[in-house]
């Protein structure tokens, strides 16, 4: 593939574009740029469907991203999109009403799908380099993808509804109020037991756990604005007891005075608690205490398999 490319990936909480370009290297991130659109609201429901008013939002800002992505003349623009399109039983209209702005078809990528591009994605980061046995995780607002890898290979996949937006929407009724212990403790109950039944294999437990996804750069970035840091400063792995204690401070606010934390969203002050307690949860049922955090998610999948 001659020139950069660009790849929008449209997911539960936002749609985010990554222009790249291949060198000696490997991936080379020419422009990113995320724009925080829930389109998943409701995902929760036992008919998930997407909102007009988010469709029509998603899709200006799809358009929106082209155009900035246009300005570096990519060979090809590709947009994907995951588990509230995917999920919602209106899905294809969103996917025709960006066809008809756009004339650029989205593809709705399956859970299978997504984990291999997400493991693509994971291979392009330096900092794993030589990395053949490690599980991934990526949280979502509407799902959590796990992957184990062997020997660099996908060993097994698995796409879960343990999405931050939708468990919000299931276990939390009042998000201007401080998350309770009640409903923390049903979170953390729920997740554990979707995890054991799922038959996941965390083991063996030398294999370290990488993760990607917008709850880890959120986290991630308010940590390191706590030590006066930016987040490339902030060393990437991520340890159980500062996941702890920055749940316990975000849980304890009030979604007013969450807004007003250096680093998180708007958009993400009313599911980072629910984010967290689902870590904290997956961390302690894997038996680890720590978790590396990658920027080499499923854009850098898509765009490295474009460059071929």
């Known amino acids: 593939m001659s020139g950069p490319v660009a790849v929008i990936d449209v997911g539960s909480n936002s749609i985010k574009l990554l222009v790249a370009a291949s060198d000696e290297s490997g991936i080379n991130s020419l422009f990113t740029e995320t724009i925080e659109t829930r389109i998943s609201t409701g995902i929760s429901q036992n008919l998930p469907r997407l909102g007009d008013e988010a469709m029509k939002e998603g899709c200006n800002t799809i358009c929106q ?10 060979s090809e623009v590709t947009i994907v999109a995951t588990s509230a399109v995917r999920d919602a039983i209106n899905g294809q209209d969103f996917i025709d009403m960006v066809f008809e702005k756009t004339g650029i078809h989205i593809h709705l990528l399956s859970g299978t799908e997504e984990a291999t591009y997400i493991g693509h994605g994971l291979a392009c980061d330096p900092q794993l380099a030589g990395a053949e046995d490690f599980i991934q995780m990526d949280i979502g607002g509407g799902s959590l993808e796990l992957i184990r890898f062997n020997k660099a290979e996908i060993a097994q996949a698995l796409s879960l509804r343990l999405g931050a937006v939708r468990l919000t929407e299931r276990f939390v009724t009042n998000r201007d109020a401080p998350m309770t212990r009640d409903i923390e403790t049903a979170i953390d109950a729920y997740v554990r037991a979707e995890l054991a039944q799922s038959n996941f ?80 949860s997956l961390l302690k049922h894997a038996g680890r205490e720590r978790v590396t955090h990658s920027f080499y998610n499923l854009r850098y999948g898509v765009a490295a398999q474009r460059l071929k």
């Open 65 to 74: 991203l082209i155009r900035i992505a246009r300005e570096y003349d990519p």
């Open 201 to 280: 294999k965390f083991t063996p437990k030398k294999n370290r756990l990488v993760a990607t996804g917008g709850a880890f750069v959120v986290s991630r970035a308010i940590l390191a604005a706590q030590k006066g840091q930016k987040i490339n400063e902030h060393h990437p792995v991520l340890h159980i007891d500062e996941l702890q204690a920055l749940k316990e401070q975000l849980c304890a606010l009030p979604l007013h005075e969450r807004l007003t934390v250096p680093h998180l969203p708007a958009s993400r002050a009313d599911i980072i608690p629910t984010a967290l307690i689902t870590i904290i």
